[in-house]
Structures are given as C-alpha cells and as structure tokens.
C-alpha cells in the first residue's frame, strides 16, 4: 500500500473504530463529536425506519438518543481502501444493526466527519436469494402428482386477490411499480401491481410518437436486470414499453393489467385497506395492508381553466394526451408551456409539417444534452465510469451520499462550465427571445428537478428549431383566453390555432390519493416531492428530504413512489425492505416522520 492510500486509509479506520467503540458502550457524546460542526448524516432506513438526514451535532445526537438501543449497530468495518482529495477523505464500510447488513460512505475533514451515508442491504434472516442461495428450480427424484413451473405460476395468478390477498398493493404499473415489484417479489411478499393499460409497458408506448427518454442508459437500468451492452444511450419509448413488458415476465411479477382502481378506504381496525378495482369488467375487492401509489412522479395533469376554452372549435388537450405530430399538417399549433414536453411536442409537430407557436409564460433552464452527459452525468453514469469500475449500484450510492443542503454547491461549478461552453447557443436562444434561467441560485437542472421537477429542457434539437424561427415564440405573456379559432395573450396577441396543447405540468402526487382514497387522506399526508427549499415552486420550511417519497407517511399502509428510472431503481430497495420488515412483523419504529406543511 502506498503512503498516499495508507494514511487516508488509517484516518478511516481509526475515526470508525472510534466511532463504533463509542456507539456499542452508548456513549452517543462521544459518538456525537466525531462529527464536524458542519456535519450530515444521512440515513436510508439503517438507523431511522426512514429516508431522513440529520443536519448538525444537535440532530444526530438526538437521533442517537431516540434510537441507538433499538438499532444495535455494531461490526463497523472499511471496505476497499480510502483517497483524498482537496483535504477530503472518502471511503466506503460495511456494518451491522441487530436485524439488518449495511452499507455506508463517509467523507472526513481532517479527523472529523462531514457526510456520512448509512443505508440498508438487507434484513438478517430474510436475505434475497441469488448466486450460492437461489433455488433449485426442480426436486429431483421421482415425486406424485408434482406441479410444474408453470401450474405453480398459474395457481399463484389463479389465487392471489382472490382467495388469497396480497399484502401489497401497487397502483401504477409503470417503471416504479415494475422495479418496486421486482424487489418485494424477490423478497417473497405477496404483491399485486394494477396497469390500466392493456399491457406492460403501454404507459411508455401510447404516448407521443417522438418520445424517448432523455437520460443516458447508464442512468436508466431497472434492478437485477441491466440493458445490454448494445441498448442505445437514449432508448425510444416504444423500445422502453416492449422492455418492461419482458421485464414483467421474466420477473414473474403478479400484473393485473386492463385494471382499474375505483376506491381505496383504510380500516384503522383491521389494518388493512378495502380498495375496489375493475379488472377487465368485473369488480374485484381486495384487502392489502399496504397501499404503495407508484403513478409517477407527477400527480394529476394541470389543465389550466381558460375563458373562452368551451367556445374552442379546434383540438385541445393536456400533454399527457397527445397522440403525436401525425395529423396536423399545415394545421396551426399552439403548445402553452416550455418544458420538456412542451419542446418534445413542439419538434414532433414541426417535423410533421405544422406551423408550430410555442407560449413561454416564465424563464425556462436548458442543457444541451451532450453537455449535461459529459459535465452533470459522466462521472457516475457513463461508459467511462463504468470502464473505471463504477457500478450502477455504486453511482447510486455516490450521488445519494451527497446530502441535498449542500449538493446545490456541488452542482453550481458544473453549470457555470455549461454556460461558458455552450455560451454561443444560450447567445443565440436569448436573442430568438426565450427567457433562460439556471435555477434561482444557479445550480441548474437537477436541483430544479428536486424542488420542483419542472421548469427545464434537456435539448435534443428543438432548440435549435426556436432559434431558426421555426418553431416560433411567444414569451414572457400568458394566455388571456381562446376564441373559436385561437388563443390570445394577455399582451393582446392573437395566435390562431386548429390545435391547443396543454404542456402545462402536473399536480403533486397526493392529487392520486385525493381521487382514489379521499381529499381528508391527500391532505393528512400533504404534498408530494420538493425539499423545502423555498425556492420557486417548493415552498420552505426547509424538509432536507423529498416530501412523502419511499418512506412512511402520516396515513398508516400508505407509501408513494415514483420519479425517473434512476430513482425508481435506487429507492425501491428501501421501499421494499420498509414493506418487507413489515410483512415479517419486525419492529420497525419511524424516527422523524416529516410534518405535513402544505397540503398541495
């Protein structure tokens, strides 16, 4: 070993012998000054029963104090070697709780502790099974009246949420609820997750004909199964649908499909939930202890109320309604909104031989998309990461490491050498008229994805379209009303227009539970994603965490999960291990459940 890795490697392992010494004797004093002043530590479920992060010595020493003698952690043991850089040493470790394996990261300054990550792999005696512990797949030997592999798989379909209930219960059978099933199946809870698509993968393929994901595949792969090493960096949808329908199958996930959830009610008696679904014209009761709302991120689509929209004789619809560009040749378009989909929309129906208006009501963020891979994502996700022995689940872990008080200081520099690069192109857009932004305090797109999840374009090309004047623009004024055959501004333009699309966003996710369950349980709960930032479109006070996202909230058996791939992969894990702990009838005691401060 040489001197530059012994010593940071010394450093760790003396800072965690010091810090296990003084967490199995209960000395949470001593354990507490270990860390810095400026210190966070943040858990995922290990210590908490909970996504939570503890920001300063007075928040983990009372953590500590309400949790040490339950957890029981102990074996606390480094894992490879550790580096510095900058006066930060990081390395990784390995530990243990009384019922749980973890794993964790921990950045030092100097002797002290800055960050530390503690998450859980699995629960003792309940482990997944894979390589040296999977199945047999058959018994050997002459056996009467066997089942095979597949009247087994029948029998389970045959049976569960008929005879006998699932324990969870997932509406949504997009990619979160896919990944989230895939990992309580391998966990064996009985689960059932509800698509009211026809089949899997149809919430990707009945969307508009242009759209493809904008994140790198390396970001992208669900658990267990990785795309292979020929799957294209950006992935069509269509390409998407027909892989989470194989993925459904080789999983061997229990997917209702043609299934719809008509209402949900909790039974604080039984605690269980009676939630009535139409599956394929017959109404069908079940009774989960667990309600898991995997509907994506978004929450229900805002279609603004406009005067005159009733008195509209063209096409109008919401984003998530559109069918695509085909149809709408020489026919004028005007798409209100200037996000992703807004851009998306707009470019497939230019390319389709429309005449294309795009109304900016406020400041937009753009990143080039080649920019955003080599700059935002190329050191996690990316070929070369992967060539440097970054793993998927190890990017996952890096980037979750980094708690989101500080993790804007982390994405400033990356978007102030995103606006010096690509300074020509932002030139450019700005003098066609769009109104740019870079997040109220310039830390870019992926913290307004946090806060907010809007307000940004990854660009792929239809910026280029509004620089041309192609796709033509109307910014810094919102729609006053429509005529019969156009939409005017509060600036008295009249734009005419055979089509009107909504590209105006979603509510938070609570809006699902209001429809389903009711608007008492939506607002026990309170809204969905954001961090407290009090920035635009998350209000404070400061949650340092995604509000109600993949933990428990304050409606008992009901759990929310959602967001892009990467997310859906990553929290899925501590979902399932959350419900499965559950299922088991382990104690599993919630330290810090947020406190509800908006309702929407």
């Known amino acids: 070993m040489s001197e530059a890795t012994r010593m940071p490697t010394e450093r760790v392992v003396k800072w965690l012998d010091a810090f296990g010494t003084s967490l199995e004797q209960g000395d949470i004093a001593g354990a507490t ?27 983990i020493q009372a953590m500590l104090e309400a949790m040490l003698s339950q957890v029981q952690p102990h074996a606390w043991r480094i894992e490879g070697e550790a580096t510095e850089a900058g006066g930060v040493t990081e390395s990784w470790f390995t530990f243990e709780t009384r019922i749980a394996r973890g794993k964790g990261h921990l950045r030092l300054k100097g002797d002290h502790c800055w960050t530390l990550l503690t998450t859980m792999l699995e629960l003792k005696g309940y482990e997944e099974p894979h390589g040296r512990t999977r199945p047999r797949g058959v ?42 099933g895939a990992r309580l199946k391998r966990l064996n809870v009985p689960t059932i997750i509800l698509e009211k698509h026809e089949r899997p993968g149809d919430s990707w393929r009945k969307r508009y004909r242009s759209l493809c994901l904008h994140d790198p595949v390396w970001y992208d792969h669900l658990p267990y199964i990785p795309f292979p090493d020929h799957w294209p960096v950006f992935a069509p949808k269509d390409k998407v649908g027909d892989w989470l329908e194989m993925y459904t199958k080789v999983m061997e996930l229990n997917y209702w499909t043609s299934t719809e959830a008509k209402s949900a009610h909790y039974d604080e008696a039984t605690g269980e939930w009676e939630v009535v679904v139409e599956r394929k014209g017959e109404q069908v009761v079940l009774r989960p202890k667990q309600l898991v709302l995997a509907t994506g991120m978004s929450g229900v689509p805002n279609v603004p109320s406009i005067p005159g929209a009733d008195k509209f004789k063209g096409v109008q619809h919401h984003s998530s309604k559109h069918p695509g560009g085909e149809g709408f040749r020489g026919k004028k378009c005007v798409v209100i909104g200037s996000n992703n989909s807004a851009h998306d929309i707009c470019a497939a129906l230019w390319e389709h031989g429309a005449d294309v208006t795009m109304v900016q009501r406020s400041s937009t963020h753009i990143a080039r998309s080649d920019s955003l891979m080599e700059l935002a994502l190329g050191g996690l996700y990316s070929e070369q990461a992967v060539a440097n022995g970054i793993t998927t689940d190890i990017a996952d872990l890096i980037f979750a490491s980094i708690p989101y008080k500080i993790m804007h200081e982390f994405q400033i520099p990356i978007y102030q050498e995103m606006a010096r690069r690509d300074a020509d192109f932002y030139e450019k857009l700005s ?35 509004i620089i041309d004047g192609k796709i033509k623009l109307k910014s810094g004024h919102d729609v006053a009303y429509l005529t019969e055959d156009a939409v005017v501004l509060t600036d008295g333009t009249e734009l005419p227009a055979d089509l009107v699309v909504y590209a105006t966003g979603y509510g938070s996710m609570n809006g699902w539970a209001a429809r389903l369950i009711s608007q008492e349980v939506a607002d026990k709960v309170g809204k969905c994603w954001g961090l407290g930032s009090d920035t635009t479109k998350d209000p404070g006070p400061w949650e340092g965490e995604q509000r109600n996202m993949w933990k428990p909230t304050r409606q008992e058996g009901l759990w929310f999960h959602g967001g892009n791939l990467h997310q859906s992969r990553h929290y899925s894990q501590f979902l399932a291990l959350q419900l499965k702990a559950r299922f088991e009838g382990l104690p599993t005691p919630v330290y810090g459940l947020a406190e509800v401060y908006h309702t929407a």
């Not at 002043?37 to 503890?54: C, E, P, V």
């Open 33 to 59: 000054a270990l860390f810095d002043a400026d210190s966070y530590w943040r858990d995922l479920i290990s210590f908490t029963w909970n996504i939570k992060t503890m920001e300063g010595r007075g928040a």
């Open 139 to 180: 018994e050997h030997g002459i056996v009467p009246n066997r089942q095979t592999w597949l009247e087994r798989k029948q029998q389970e379909e045959a049976e569960l949420g008929y005879t006998k209930q699932p324990y969870v219960l997932i509406i949504g059978g997009g990619q979160g609820g896919i990944a989230l």
């Open 431 to 465: 003098a066609a008229g769009f109104m740019l932004d870079w997040g109220d305090d310039g830390s870019g797109l992926f913290m307004k994805y946090l806060r907010r999840g809007s307000g940004y374009y990854i660009d792929v090309g239809a910026s280029q379209l």
